[in-house]
């Protein structure tokens, strides 16, 4: 990084993960000027200025007379983005494979490129990440709030409940236990990979017994589900948020629409990374000839179902990658896609990985927009990302929490 600069007048504190810290009162404002302010909300505002005090925005400006702490000319400031599904637990190995438990790499070593992939990520742009869970989220999340390293806001479920032969009773417990252990959301497995066909594999009972305990217990759920069958059973058993849905049929994303049930679709970047590394990953479990075959078959139907998902009506699609082992800090390819083959206008893009991404979170009005009150966690690009959905990959300052982590205007 040419000029990686780590602000330590201010400190990061977590959301709702570390007591609020009360640097409001002794920090200096930051003064952010930049040619335009997109707002996550699908409002540009030119020119303008964003003030920061402590870890919040304190003030939006329309006009931007006054000195700046930081001049971002010829850039477009916008809120940090939100990847509602970010795997920072894969990684390849230093053999070049992806890697599995067994491989040889100890748990320090998992954890060290834990943390290089959280730092790749939030380089990128991407100031939050759900991850849908690894037992080691916790103290990536913990460590990152503490501002020990460098990386994005993680929210996690710290381990899917994926397994058909778990009683209903047992799939309870595990969602009372999740929550003790900390988890931040509750992951299901309501269907098969992509590899293997993507049909239902958990009951109904089995989804109303995780959906309905999660929400008794104030939890959200996030359901990987790519039949139509098993998306309908997911969203009538109540739960939230649906992952991939590449077989969706226009009766079912009208089904997610009417219940108000996030949609978390992918276009490309899962897909073509893995076809992209296929070496690394070949010959593991079901990444096999059939496996990318399957893959590569997705990606036509995966971007013909997206268009038909924006296009329905009042169905709130957000911004999650499935980044896996090699995609991780390569996030914003899944919204420049969405743009190119997808065929979605770039303002809502945008805004699908900012205030959308966060209303999912339930963090509505903590992140995800620039307005007075929110988190400062902004980002400034190149250029103009409602002209050109390419802006978004080059990504020239990062603040989050108010701290800035990545300056190279
Ligand atoms: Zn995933």
Not at 48 to 69: F, M, Q, Y
Not at 87 to 100: C, D, I, P, Q, V
Not at 242 to 269: N, S, W
Request: overall charge neutral.
């Amino acid at each position: 990084m040419r000029s990686l600069l780590l602000a330590v007048v201010v400190a990061a504190p977590s959301l709702a993960q570390t007591p609020a810290m009360t640097n409001s009162q002794t920090a200096q404002p930051i003064v952010l000027h930049a040619d335009r302010i997109i707002d996550g909300r699908g409002k540009v505002i030119s020119g303008g200025s964003v003030t920061v005090l402590g870890a919040k925005i304190s003030k939006v400006d329309a006009s931007s007379a006054g000195t700046a702490t930081y001049d971002l000319k010829g850039l477009t400031l916008l809120p940090g983005l939100i990847d509602a599904h970010s795997h920072l637990s894969w990684y390849f190995n230093r053999k070049g494979r992806y890697h599995t438990r067994g491989d040889g790499d100890s748990t320090a070593q998992e954890m060290l490129s834990m943390a290089g992939n959280a730092y790749t990520t939030l380089m990128s742009g991407v100031t939050t990440i759900q991850s849908p869970g690894s037992t080691e989220d916790k103290d990536l999340r913990e460590w990152i709030a503490l501002g020990q390293i460098p990386g994005p806001r993680v929210l996690t479920s710290l381990g899917p409940i994926s397994s058909p032969r778990l009683t209903p009773d047992s799939m309870r417990a595990i969602v009372r236990r999740r929550k003790a252990e900390g988890a931040d959301v509750i992951k299901i497995f309501a269907s098969a990979s992509i590899r293997d066909n993507g049909a239902q594999t958990l009951t109904d009972e089995q989804l109303q017994a995780v959906c309905g305990e999660a929400k008794a217990q104030g939890m959200r759920t996030m359901v990987h589900a790519h039949s139509a069958e098993s998306i309908k059973a997911s969203v009538l058993a109540g739960c939230d948020q649906i992952e991939h849905g590449v077989y969706a049929t226009d009766e079912v994303l009208k089904l997610m629409a009417d219940r108000g049930v996030y949609f978390d679709p992918q276009v490309c970047l899962v897909f073509r990374n893995y076809l992209d590394n296929r070496a690394k990953f070949e010959g593991i479990g079901n990444y096999n000839e059939a496996g990318f075959a399957a893959m590569e078959k997705a990606i036509p139907l995966a971007t013909a179902m997206f268009t038909r998902a924006i296009h329905t009506p009042g169905l709130k699609v957000i911004f999650g990658t499935d980044a896996v082992a090699g995609a991780h800090g390569r996030n914003v390819e899944e919204l420049v896609c969405r743009v190119e083959a997808g065929k979605q206008s770039p303002m809502d893009a945008i805004t699908s990985a900012t205030s959308l991404g966060a209303e999912a979170l339930h963090l509505g009005g903590q992140i995800g927009s620039i307005a007075p009150g929110f988190e400062a966690d902004l980002i400034a690009v190149q250029g103009d990302p409602t002209k050109d959905i390419t802006a978004l990959r080059r990504v020239m300052f990062v603040m989050k929490g108010g701290r800035v982590y990545k300056n190279e205007k």
